[in-house]
C-alpha cells in the first residue's frame, strides 16, 4: 500500500470514529494496567464483568495488595488463565508500591519490567494512559495490516515496526484504536464484511467477501 492510500485510509477510519479508545473500562491508569493484564486471551465484554466488582474494592495497587491473591481470584475466575493472572497482579501491585510508590510508570522498560507485563500490554498501556503513539499488535491488528497491505509481516514485531514506519504522524496516536475495532467489528477473521467497509477500495485483500 503506498503513502497516499495508507494515509487515505485513515482518513476514513478517523471520519467514522473521530475519538476511538479501548473498550476495556477503567478510571486510573492503574485500573488500566489491570484490565489489560486480565484480557491476555480473554474478550473485553468478560474483562469488564470482573472489573466492575472488582475494581470498587481494590481500585489502588494498596487495596488490590490487601485483598489477596486467593480473594482476587473469586473476582477473575470467569476468566481465562485467571490463576496465573491473579499471582502476576498481586505481584504487579508490590513492585508498584515498593519501586514506583504506587503510580504505574511512564516508560517501556519499566513497565515491561512489571511481572505479567509484556511488549503488547505496555503498548497498550503507554498509548491509552499517557498518550504515546505506540502501536499495541494483537491478533486483530496482525490481520488487518496484513490482509489490507498496510504493513505486512510474518511475526507480531515485524508488524508493529513496521506500522510504525507506515503510518502518518498526525494518525499515529489513535491508530491502534482504529486498526483493534475494525479488525474486532469489520475485518472479522473467519467472515470479513467487506460489503461494509469503507476502505474496500485501498484494501489490497484479495479474497473479498462479496456484497
Not at 508490590?94 to 522498560?109: A, D, F, N, S, W
Amino acid at each position: 500500500m503506498n503513502a497516499r492510500d495508507r494515509a487515505e485510509l485513515f482518513r476514513r477510519l478517523r471520519a467514522t470514529n473521530p475519538a476511538p479508545t479501548t473498550e476495556l473500562e477503567y478510571r486510573t491508569p492503574f485500573q488500566l494496567l489491570i484490565a489489560v493484564m486480565l484480557s491476555a486471551q480473554a474478550t473485553d465484554v468478560g474483562v469488564n464483568k470482573a472489573t466492575r466488582r472488582l475494581f470498587p474494592v481494590a481500585p489502588t495497587p494498596q487495596a488490590m495488595l490487601a485483598l489477596g491473591e486467593e480473594k482476587l481470584k473469586s473476582y477473575i475466575s470467569t476468566i481465562g488463565l485467571f490463576n496465573t493472572k491473579a499471582k502476576n497482579v498481586i505481584a504487579t501491585c508490590r513492585r508498584l508500591i515498593e519501586r514506583h510508590g504506587g503510580e504505574v510508570p511512564r516508560t517501556r522498560e519499566a513497565l515491561e519490567a512489571l511481572p505479567g507485563v509484556g511488549r503488547k500490554t505496555a503498548n497498550v498501556v503507554l498509548n491509552t494512559a499517557f498518550g504515546e503513539p505506540t502501536i499495541a499488535v494483537d491478533t486483530h491488528i496482525f490481520r488487518v495490516a496484513n490482509r489490507t497491505g498496510l504493513a505486512p509481516g510474518k511475526t507480531v514485531r515485524a508488524v508493529e515496526d513496521r506500522l510504525h514506519r507506515a503510518v502518518p504522524a498526525e494518525f499515529r496516536k489513535d491508530a491502534h484504536h482504529w486498526l483493534i475495532l475494525h479488525g474486532r467489528y469489520v475485518c472479522k477473521a473467519r467472515k470479513p464484511a467487506c460489503p461494509h467497509c469503507v476502505i474496500r477500495d485501498l484494501c489490497r485483500y484479495r479474497h473479498k467477501t462479496p456484497a
